[in-house]
């Protein structure tokens, strides 16, 4: 039988430039198989903030602990400080909370508490047992500051500059990774210039 | 009597599904502005879904933040930007077309153009192989001597 003939009456593939063509789905495979495995180490999650380079939204809110009194952010002007998104109810916040006990510890960096969607009574009682690390905490009862802020899962924490722009945010618990390889070298920056 | 209970118990879901984020004290029109807007929005705690379909907390204060600012006169354009200015565009399930999801609105397209031309290319190539190379001497007799043994053993 004589090769030149194949039941498509295709002349058979030999010049190298078709050869080449069987490796393009192998190249196809590669590249997708390169961008799934990033995906595996994406979180979801972690949703990019529109805020970071913002000023902080301004708000007004009571103190937890002296109802009568209110805070408001510009009140830390000229300082750079840490906006702590938390609530009794949050279980990560737990985990993150002996890490801000120990920053109040070593006076790293003043941190307001946004008391989201608690009671004032529980959130109180939560501070006692486990220490308040705070200067002090603000009620945002219903949420609505949270909004203001796109908080959308607790805890979250804003480092807030001198000229009150946000320059970063993270999303769930701080961890020591975290605070000493991206907040503390930015909190320093914040600070000298 | 099992019966019903059981088409009872069927319809029950039906009911909770009626319930869900239909503002109450709108009239129709702005009722179903507020549905329709909040079917737009991502539910950033449950992420698929939208806040029109989650029960979550956060979904329930922002369908509260869209039915009054329904009710403050906004438009839905302008609720929507008040959304995306807090959360990112990442809240809104139809991404908007821009130079960052330029890729994601137009690379279907572009596959499906690329698959058509690949499509052309290749019938043409083959159409050319047919047309273009007679069969040789040596083929074409090879042919007749196989067709000829056919109709033998058909004969």
Same mark, same amino acid.
């Given at each position: 039988?004589?090769?030149?003939?194949?039941?498509?009456?295709?002349?058979?593939?030999?010049?190298?430039?078709?050869?080449?063509?069987?490796?393009?789905?192998?190249?196809?495979?590669?590249?997708?198989?390169?961008?799934?495995?990033?995906?595996?180490?994406?979180?979801?999650?972690?949703?990019?903030?529109?805020?970071?380079?913002?000023?902080?939204?301004? &708000?007004?809110?009571?103190?937890?602990?002296?109802?009568?009194?209110?805070?408001?952010?510009?009140?830390?002007?000229?300082?750079?400080?840490?906006?702590?998104?938390?609530?009794?109810?949050?279980?990560?916040?737990?985990?993150?909370?002996?890490?801000?006990?120990?920053?109040?510890?070593?006076?790293?960096?003043?941190?307001?508490?946004?008391?989201?969607?608690?009671?004032?009574?529980?959130?109180?009682?939560?501070?006692?047992?486990?220490?308040? !690390?705070?200067?002090?905490?603000?009620?945002?009862?219903?949420?609505?500051?949270?909004?203001?802020?796109?908080?959308?899962?607790? !805890?979250?924490? &804003?480092?807030?500059?001198?000229?009150?722009?946000? /320059?970063?945010?993270?999303?769930?618990?701080?961890?020591?990774?975290?605070?000493?390889?991206?907040?503390?070298?930015?909190?320093?920056?914040?600070?000298?210039? | 009597?099992?019966?019903?209970?059981?088409?009872?118990?069927?319809?029950?879901?039906?009911?909770?599904?009626?319930?869900?984020?239909?503002?109450?004290?709108?009239?129709?029109?702005?009722?179903?502005?507020?549905?329709?807007?909040?079917?737009?929005?991502?539910?950033?705690?449950?992420?698929?879904?939208?806040?029109?379909?989650?029960?979550?907390?956060?979904?329930?204060?922002?369908? /509260?933040?869209?039915?009054?600012?329904?009710?403050?006169?906004?438009?839905?354009?302008?609720?929507?930007?008040?959304?995306?200015?807090?959360?990112?565009?990442?809240?809104?399930?139809? !991404? !908007?077309?821009?130079?960052?999801?330029?890729?994601?609105?137009?690379?279907?397209?572009?596959?499906?153009?690329?698959?058509?031309?690949? &499509?052309?290319?290749?019938?043409?190539?083959?159409?050319?192989?047919?047309?273009?190379?007679?069969?040789?001497?040596?083929? /074409?007799?090879?042919?007749?001597?196989?067709?000829?043994?056919?109709?033998?053993?058909?004969?």
């Amino acid at each position: 039988m004589s090769e030149a003939l194949n039941p498509d009456g295709v002349p058979p593939a030999t010049e190298p430039k078709s050869r080449l063509r069987f490796l393009i789905p192998l190249a196809i495979f590669i590249v997708l198989a390169g961008f799934l495995f990033r995906g595996l180490f994406l979180n979801p999650r972690e949703v990019p903030s529109p805020l970071i380079g913002k000023p902080a939204p301004q &708000f007004s809110l009571a103190q937890l602990h002296q109802d009568d009194q209110t805070f408001a952010p510009q009140q830390m002007q000229g300082q750079v400080w840490l906006l702590n998104v938390w609530a009794s109810w949050c279980v990560a916040c737990r985990q993150e909370h002996p890490l801000l006990v120990e920053l109040a510890k070593d006076k790293a960096v003043p941190i307001v508490g946004l008391n989201y969607k608690d009671k004032p009574d529980e959130a109180k009682g939560w501070l006692a047992k486990l220490g308040d !690390p705070y200067d002090l905490s603000v009620k945002d009862r219903d949420g609505r500051v949270g909004i203001e802020y796109g908080v959308y899962g607790v !805890p979250e924490t &804003f480092l807030i500059d001198k000229n009150g722009v946000i /320059r970063f945010k993270q999303i769930g618990p701080i961890t020591e990774e975290v605070w000493t390889k991206k907040m503390l070298p930015m909190i320093e920056e914040l600070r000298r210039s | 009597m099992k019966r019903l209970i059981a088409l009872l118990m069927l319809a029950l879901p039906l009911a909770v599904l009626a319930a869900d984020a239909t503002p109450t004290d709108l009239d129709p029109v702005a009722a179903k502005r507020a549905v329709d807007i909040s079917a737009q929005l991502r539910c950033l705690v449950c992420q698929n879904q939208s806040i029109a379909e989650s029960n979550a907390e956060l979904a329930v204060d922002l369908r /509260r933040q869209v039915n009054e600012q329904i009710k403050a006169g906004k438009t839905d354009r302008e609720i929507v930007d008040f959304m995306v200015d807090r959360y990112g565009e990442f809240v809104l399930y139809k !991404p !908007p077309f821009n130079l960052t999801t330029l890729l994601l609105w137009l690379g279907p397209l572009a596959l499906a153009v690329l698959a058509v031309v690949a &499509f052309v290319r290749t019938l043409r190539a083959r159409n050319r192989a047919i047309v273009e190379r007679p069969l040789t001497d040596a083929e /074409r007799a090879e042919a007749e001597r196989l067709l000829a043994q056919v109709s033998k053993e058909q004969g």
